[in-house]
């Protein structure tokens, strides 16, 4: 009779967490909805976002998008200039969204203090000097004292250049799971920067394994589907490595699998294997191209339905998509 009773209980109780779920990924507009990228198209991160353990710590606090000296750069969401001048040698506009503040450096302004924007403005012109080897905007994205990851603003999807905008709710509740998703890492393993994996493969991005391969309820769908790839929870921006060597063979924007990558690395120990990369902000290698391992092929990124930022990788051996950890 206890086993009768408690089967409606723990449903109740699941479907009151979904609810209350719900409800909190729709109560909280604390980002901007309508976002652009500060700067025009769809600018490559070069370095992403890594925030210090400790409020005094190294680490970097935004990221860096590629650009040339004097590109426009505009504000990412509608909001009042709160800061534009000099400070420790170097350009800097701060814009106030409300809950959230945008950063943006070096820049030469054109705007000042009071100045209200809408998304897209122009701000001022990129100057030198934040990258090394060449021009780059310092993008970053403060709630309170909090430095938060910017790319959570990023219009995501994109596909040939067309956008497509991820409600601000989505984006919001994404990054409560992200928090969640690092809270878990400690108890998952993690897969070293260029660990030797089985038949020669690395891996592609050194990061904690968040969701095996395997049945799973869908955090987005809601539904029980096969979770066809293994996840690494690593943060936006950072590069995804060519596993092994081998030729693009296409590269295309999925509503589900976001911006998708696949590489034949032709018959390795007997087998044809084949590696599926999805969700990344971009690709920096085209179809055709021959890959080298340990090649960058692109960035991690949010795109398609991601419940923040990952990198989930497929593998097919002889056509037959397979767990990939079975490989690796
Ligand atoms: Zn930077
Ligand atoms: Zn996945």
């Given at each position: 009779m206890g086993r009768i009773l408690r089967v409606p209980v723990l449903m109740l109780a699941a479907g009151l967490l979904l609810l209350l779920g719900a409800a909190g990924a729709r109560a909280d507009?604390?980002?901007?909805?309508r976002t652009s990228w500060p700067l025009r198209g769809v600018p490559q991160v070069l370095r992403g976002f890594d925030p210090p353990?400790?409020?005094?710590?190294?680490?970097?606090?935004g990221v860096d998008l590629a650009g040339q000296v004097g590109d426009q750069v505009l504000a990412a969401a509608a909001g009042t200039v709160t800061y534009a001048g000099m400070l420790a040698g170097r350009g800097v506009i701060v814009v106030d969204h409300g809950a959230v503040r945008t950063t943006y450096e070096p820049v030469s302004p054109s705007v000042s203090v009071g100045t209200r924007v809408a998304t897209g403005d122009p701000l001022g012109t990129l100057d030198a000097g934040h990258c090394a080897d060449q021009a780059c905007l310092h993008w970053g994205l403060i709630r309170g004292d909090t430095y938060l990851d910017p790319l959570l603003l990023a219009p995501s999807g994109q596909a040939g250049g067309s956008y497509r905008l991820v409600p601000a709710s989505e984006r919001t509740a994404a990054a409560k799971r992200a928090t969640q998703r690092q809270a878990l890492q400690q108890a998952l393993p993690t897969a070293a920067p260029g660990s030797a994996a089985a038949h020669g493969f690395s891996f592609?991005?050194?990061?904690?394994?968040?969701s095996p391969y395997g049945m799973r309820f869908h955090p987005i769908l809601h539904v029980w589907k096969l979770h066809d790839g293994t996840d690494f929870g690593a943060a936006c921006g950072t590069p995804i490595l060519a596993p092994y060597a081998g030729v693009v063979t296409q590269r295309y924007f999925n509503e589900g699998y976001g911006n998708r990558l696949m590489v034949d690395h032709g018959t390795v120990d007997g087998r044809h294997v084949v590696s599926g990369f999805n969700h990344?902000?971009?690709?920096v290698v085209d179809v055709g191209d021959h890959v080298t391992k340990g090649q960058v092929l692109g960035y991690v990124g949010q795109t398609g339905y991601a419940t923040g930022c990952h990198l989930h990788l497929m593998v097919w051996l002889d056509g037959e998509l397979v767990d990939p950890m079975s490989w690796y």
């Open positions: 507009p604390e980002l901007p909805t353990s400790t409020p005094w710590g190294a680490g970097h606090r592609p991005v050194a990061a904690a394994i968040t990344a902000v971009s690709y």
